[in-house]
Nanobody
């Protein structure tokens, strides 16, 4: 069993930055693929970024590529999402997720565990 707790969300102006953190508990954290998803009001949850077990392979949605960076620290069982040059359309609840496999695609169904979410609001 893995428990995920996100932090770092908040209110930021257009062009600003935030760093989200997701602390995980449980064994075998280093073997999981980790991902960030987001859900804006009235929309379906969508893939944002993922990082494989070793940290060598990352994947980003086109909408955030070049602005967001995902990273992980297996020693601290934590995954991060650095978000720069934020836009109003980035406003959403951001969820951390863990997949019990070395690599995973962008589907929600790939992920076994989910955090409770953290709100990010970008004001114009």
């Amino acid at each position: 069993q893995v428990q995920l707790v996100e932090s770092g969300g908040g209110l930021v102006q257009v062009g600003g930055s935030l760093r989200l953190s997701c602390a995980a508990s449980g064994r075998s954290f280093s073997t999981y693929t980790l991902g960030w998803f987001r859900q804006a009001r009235g929309k379906e949850r969508e893939f944002v970024a993922s990082i494989n077990w070793s940290g060598r392979n990352t994947d980003y949605a086109d909408s955030v590529k070049g602005r967001f960076t995902i990273s992980r620290d297996n020693g601290f069982n934590t995954v991060y999402l650095q978000m720069n040059n934020l836009k109003p359309e980035d406003t959403a609840v951001y969820y951390c997720a863990a997949a019990n496999k070395f690599t995973a695609d962008r589907s929600n169904d790939e992920y076994n565990y989910w955090g409770q979410g953290t709100q990010v609001t970008v004001s114009s």
